[in-house]
C-alpha cells in the first residue's frame, strides 16, 4: 500500500500487516509517522472499458467549470495562461499540475516545485510531489499550498 508522507510529500510503500508492535510506519525520507487509512473499492466498480459507462470528472474554481472525461482526458492547471485552469499565486508553478483520464481512472499528476494538496473526502489529507495519484469521490486540492473548502485558492473536484 502507498502512503503520502504529510510533511515533505514522499512516497512510501507500506505493508499494514508488517507493522511491529503496533508501532507506526515513518516515512522514508524525514522520518515523519505516516498517518493513513485503509480504503477498500467498491464492490461493484464498473470495467474500465465497459460500453455505455460514462466516467466523468468535474473540476470547480471559481466560476469555472471544466469536464474532463474521454472525449476531453486531459486538462492542465497553472500560473500561466496556457492552461485549461489558470490560478494566480506565488506558490502556483506555471505548468503546475494536470488531470488525465487513463484505462478508466483520473490520475491527479504533480509536476510542480511545491506539490499540490489533496483533500479526498473520508481520506487524510497528502501532499503530492512530482508524483501521480489515482483519484474518485469528491474533494479539494490546493496548487502549492494547503486550503479549505472555502478557500478561494480551493479547487474542487468531483467523480461522477
Do not use: W
Not at 503546475?96 to 481520506?123: C, M, P, W
Amino acid at each position: 500500500m502507498l502512503a503520502f508522507c504529510e510533511e515533505c510529500g514522499a512516497k512510501n510503500e507500506i505493508d499494514p500487516q508488517k507493522m511491529e508492535g503496533g508501532k507506526p510506519p515513518r516515512c522514508n525520507k524525514c522520518d515523519t509517522v505516516l498517518k493513513f487509512s485503509i480504503v477498500h473499492p467498491p464492490p461493484s466498480a464498473p470495467s474500465a472499458d465497459e460500453p455505455g459507462v460514462l466516467h466523468l470528472l468535474e473540476l470547480r474554481f471559481h466560476d469555472h467549470i471544466i469536464e474532463i472525461s474521454q472525449a476531453r482526458p486531459t486538462v492542465t492547471m497553472g500560473r500561466q495562461r496556457h492552461n485549461d485552469l489558470v490560478v494566480q499565486d506565488n506558490r502556483v508553478s506555471r505548468s503546475h499540475a494536470r488531470f488525465e483520464y487513463r484505462k478508466g481512472q483520473f490520475l491527479l499528476i504533480d509536476q510542480s516545485t511545491n506539490g499540490t494538496y489533496v483533500f479526498i473526502k473520508g481520506q487524510k489529507g497528502m501532499n503530492l510531489k512530482q508524483d501521480e495519484l489515482p483519484v474518485q469521490g469528491s474533494g479539494i486540492i490546493g496548487l502549492g499550498r494547503k486550503v479549505t473548502p472555502d478557500s478561494p485558492q480551493a479547487i474542487h473536484f468531483t467523480v461522477i
